[in-house]
């Protein structure tokens, strides 16, 4: 494909960072050098230095050759222009960025294909999608449904009290008797592990399974972590992220809501009529403990400051509070929450940049997830007549390294594959890969 990326900025470079991979044309455009060159250092991709309203700039890109303009600058009104400008300039397809919710709520009423703009996206309302995801269970650091839980992908962190601790995956394979889980990845001191059987689990470990029902809660026994249920929620931050979240939770939890600023609380009580709204400072741990941090089953920080939200977390864990989920500008801090204490670290640029990566995928891959901090996406994959992996069993496939198939839902059955697992037509086979290994992948389901 020929691509188009308007916005030099973190979900533009995450974004050519995954598609670079797949061996796409890519030209990014920005009005920043320093930005440009950085990307041309690092990454496989064109670059063209103006304003993407421009037509001119839009035409030395070849626009009217593009098969998919994405404008993804920092600015609404920018992207919903280039949208538009590029779609009357021959772009297939468009895709838009916008901070304004409204153009979701009201998709239908405004028509946007009619200008030129075929998809939005929204990282923030993206963002508080994923918390919701995330407070499903307390005690797992991720969590993913495949097919309605037929499968499901789990993150724990591994500690010293775990059975799993200090031993390899064929020792712990004997621990799981009835293969309800495969583990398919380690997360440790920020380098993702595809493992094999020699591999060691160790402690302070992030580790990730696919598993069947039964098996989430044998992956929660074997490590020793039990699962309360969420009832009261505490959020730190007024932002656009914070009022999403709200609207979303509130239906089904006590949410409190601090934020610092006086007048936007006003504003919020209008917004948020199921909110408790408390206008103060979110790091005075006193406040915290008068609005009664001690009794909150979650603590979600997304306030505007990384590290404000990093240490309140840190400060909530020490309260007791099961579930913290706080929200980083930097990605580089993603790969902190496993040394040092917050359950889940999110960034909305990385999530946006995965969400237009698994759209531009769609028709090739049935479904398609990433995990925080993890270098691997999460794919499910159709088998069709004449695929390569119908060719032998697991174990005789030659599968790629960088890759595991974690499991495969079978006339609306999930089952864990096996190295004597024999695949079938309309088979759904769900594969961990490194983003470089990815098109090796696709070619086994062709």
Known sequence: MRIIIAGAGDVG?????LLAFEAHDINIIDTDDEKLQYIANHLDVHTTKGNSTSFRTLEEAQVAKADLLIAVTESEATNISTSIIGKNLGARKTIARITNTEYLHKKEILDLKDIGIDEIISPESLAAKEIKRLLKQTALTDLFDFEKGTLSLVG????????????????????????????????????TIIPHGDNKFKNNDHAYFICQPDGVERVLDLAKKQSEEIRNIMILGGSKIG????????????????????????????????????????????????????????????????????ISSLVAKNHGVGKTISLVENMDYIHLSQNIGVDTMINKKLIAASFIFRYIRKGQVVNMTTIH?????????????????????????????????????????????????HFEVKDRVVVLSRSECIRKVEGYFK
Do not use: W
């Not at 470079?13 to 960072?17: D, Q, S």
């Not at 069993?393 to 006339?411: D, M």
């Open 373 to 421: 901090g993890v270098d691997a996406e999460i794919l499910e994959f159709e088998v069709t007549e004449g695929s390569k992996i119908l060719e032998h069993e697991l174990r005789n496939l030659e599968f790629p390294k960088s890759a595991i198939i974690g499991g495969v839902i079978r006339n609306g059955q999930g089952h864990i594959a096996r190295g004597n697992f």
């Open 13 to 17: 470079f995450h974004l050519a960072k």
């Open 156 to 191: 724990i962190t591994i500690d010293e009290h775990s059975e799993l601790c200090g031993k390899t995956l064929v020792e712990a394979a004997y621990l799981n008797p009835d293969h309800s889980f495969t583990t398919v990845a380690i997360l440790r001191n920020g380098e």
């Open 243 to 310: 009022i999403q979240a709200a609207l979303q939770l509130s239906k089904k939890y006590n949410i409190k809501l601090i934020e610092e600023d006086r007048d936007k609380c006003f504003e919020l009580a209008d917004t948020l009529q199921n909110t408790m709204i408390i206008n103060g400072d979110g790091r005075d741990v006193e406040l915290l403990k008068e609005e009664g941090i001690d009794d909150m089953d979650a603590f979600i920080a997304v306030t505007g400051n990384s590290e404000t939200n990093i």
